[in-house]
């Protein structure tokens, strides 16, 4: 992207294709997991289902939970625990955008995934 206007900004992410959405649904690792871990890892890395993550702006901040589900096509994740009420008064996962919230654990059962990231921070 080479504008700096923001109508082509917000354009752009609407019509990213799927490999540039998975970049933009990045979060930052919380610094103790990084010291806990001792090992080079990303700063940031793709949320996926499983990490625990804790939301650090919003109505919700503070709280923590797993996460449940990664919509690549509306840019948001749901959160096990974090649901707000309709209209009808039924329980709905709340959407939360991946820049709000801090990846405190990583999903480790994909060992490739850990491999992959020390890789790529060396």
Known sequence: MKSKQPRKQRKAVYDAPWHKRRRLM????????????????PRAVPVRKGDVVKIVRGDDAGKEGKVAN????NLRIAIEGITHAKADGTQ?????????????????????RLKRFEERSR
Not at 70 to 73: A, C, T, W
Not at 92 to 100: R, Y
Not at 102 to 110: A, G, N, P, S, V
Request: aromatic letters at 4%; charged letters at 35%.
């Open 26 to 41: 990045s979060a930052h690792l919380s610094e103790a997991y990084l010291e806990e871990r001792k090992r080079k890892l």
């Open 70 to 73: 990664v919509d690549y096509r």
């Open 92 to 112: 709905v996962a709340k959407p939360i955008h991946p820049s709000n919230i801090i990846i405190t654990k990583l999903d480790e059962t994909d060992p490739l």
